[in-house]
């Protein structure tokens, strides 16, 4: 990213017809549930806040465009991002965000979460709003249907798909068109079922160690053979909407996905009552969760002092408990905000294996963008031929080839 220039020089552009001063809110999450969950916020904040209009603005492929906009100058006042992500510090490096840290708003949110964005200088730059995780959505009638427990271990799990399966129900649903959603997967079973194989992959990223050989890795791949073998055939050909809507009209008992789609899937049938489980190691006490920070919202460093002062109005209006319960409400995933609860008994699983402390966090945090992209479609091709011995070489060909570049 180059260097920028002020993002505020926008003439009588910068207020509405009113006079109210026009906030730009980027935010990154094109599911159905959060974007319902802002807009219902701004909504209200704009009716009590006559002087400030906020504006939101999702576009497809928003990582990428924020990134353009940011090389161009044209950074919005209020942004969404991923603060423990590697391309998330150089942005702050670079000095296109706001420090936050002596902002009030900021002790609304939960030790924890908070801690997980402080940045190398140790302050913080973002307003965390919510938690993500990735965990097995399934049908609980399906499940009660045929006498079925939640799985908290590896071989209970086969149980339940082997007694899915005898019964005519495809246990899972896997969508695999997109490669990004091919690595969500990857990621979530990498960190269940083997607890070192993000930092295996640290190792490989910084030429100490080859994935080629390493047999917890290998043990990674083979049990996701075995997931695909319970799966729909269409897998790659899935998109992620298409394979939702078939898990919500019954085709599948279970499928694999985050936080980030459950306001998604609640609103293609309501009728459907959902849980979610971990996906399980051999034992519950050596499993572990997908577990990050997902929607956090920054300020422009490079915007006006007034745009600051509205934008600091809004994060502080977002940090209230009521207004933060509303997002959980639509999102479906843990908030970041203190006393906010998730109003669904189903995601206890999650939320306790959360609370314990028992969660990695994403490998974007500590790998970069590129390797981790290209990595999804290695992954991805995995999903076709099965190939544990390729998979693990291709995984060093591609690490070598995108560290280099």
Same mark, same amino acid.
């Given at each position: ?10 003439? $009588?552009?910068?207020? #509405?017809?009113?006079?109210?001063? &026009?906030?730009?809110?980027?935010? *990154? &999450?094109?599911?159905?549930?959060? @974007? ?11 009716? *009590?806040?006559? %002087? ?45 965000? *706001?420090?936050?840290?002596? @902002? %009030?708003?900021?002790?609304?949110? =939960? *030790? ?42 590896? =071989? ?16 899972? +649903?896997?969508? +695999? ?16 079922? =083997? ?8 190792? !490989? ?10 047999? #917890? ?17 269409? !897998? ?5 909407? /298409? ?7 019954? @085709?599948? /008992? ?16 309501? =009728? ?23 929607? /956090? ?15 600091? &109005?809004?994060?502080?209006?977002? !940090? &209230?408990?009521?207004? !933060? ?26 939320? $306790? ?7 990695? %966090? ?33 995984? #060093? ?9």
């Amino acid at each position: 990213m180059g260097g920028c220039g002020n993002t505020t020089d926008k003439g $009588d552009d910068s207020k #509405d017809a009113s006079g109210a001063e &026009k906030i730009e809110f980027f935010q *990154q &999450k094109g599911e159905e549930g959060p @974007q319902k969950g802002y807009k219902e916020i701004i909504k209200k904040f704009n009716e *009590q806040n006559s %002087d400030i209009k906020i504006e939101m603005n999702t576009v497809p492929d928003a990582g990428t465009v924020l990134t353009s906009r940011i090389s161009s100058g044209d950074i919005p006042v209020i942004f969404s991002d991923y603060p423990t992500q590697e391309q998330f510090k150089k942005k702050v490096k670079n000095g296109y965000v *706001q420090d936050l840290s002596d @902002q %009030d708003f900021l002790k609304n949110v =939960d *030790q924890s979460s908070l801690e997980m964005t402080k940045q190398e200088d140790g302050k913080y730059y973002a307003l965390p709003y919510s938690r993500n995780y990735m965990g097995v959505y399934y049908n609980e009638d399906i499940f009660q249907k045929n006498n079925l427990e939640v799985p908290t271990t590896w =071989d209970e799990f086969i149980d339940v798909c082997k007694t899915l399966q005898d019964a005519g129900i495809t246990p899972m +649903g896997l969508h +695999g068109k997109d490669p990004g959603r091919v690595g969500h997967t990857f990621q979530a079973s990498l960190v269940a079922w =083997d607890p070192k194989g993000v930092e295996a992959i640290e190792e !490989a990223v910084a030429g100490k160690e080859k994935l080629e050989g390493n047999t #917890d890795l290998a043990k990674v791949f083979e049990k996701m053979k075995t997931l695909l073998s319970y799966s729909n055939e269409d !897998a790659l050909a899935l998109s992620d909407t /298409a394979c939702y809507e078939n898990f919500m009209n019954g @085709q599948y /008992a279970m499928c694999i996905t985050g936080s980030y789609a459950r306001g998604t899937l609640q609103s293609l049938n309501k =009728d459907v009552k959902l849980g979610v489980f971990p996906l399980p190691n051999d034992t519950k006490e050596t499993t572990a969760t997908l577990s990050g920070i997902d929607a /956090a919202i920054c300020v422009s460093a490079k915007a006006t002092d007034k745009q600051k002062e509205a934008a600091y &109005k809004f994060l502080s209006f977002l !940090a &209230k408990p009521e207004n !933060a319960q509303i997002f959980c409400d639509n999102d479906g995933a843990p908030s970041a905000i203190t006393g906010v609860k998730v109003n669904e008994d189903g995601v206890a699983p999650m939320t $306790d294996m959360i609370d314990a402390g028992q969660t990695h %966090d994403w490998m974007a945090s500590t790998v970069s963008n590129n390797v981790v992209t290209d990595l999804y479609n290695v992954v991805q091709g995995f999903w076709s031929d099965q190939d544990v011995k390729a998979v693990l070489k291709n995984m #060093d060909d591609s690490i070598s080839i995108t560290s280099a570049q």
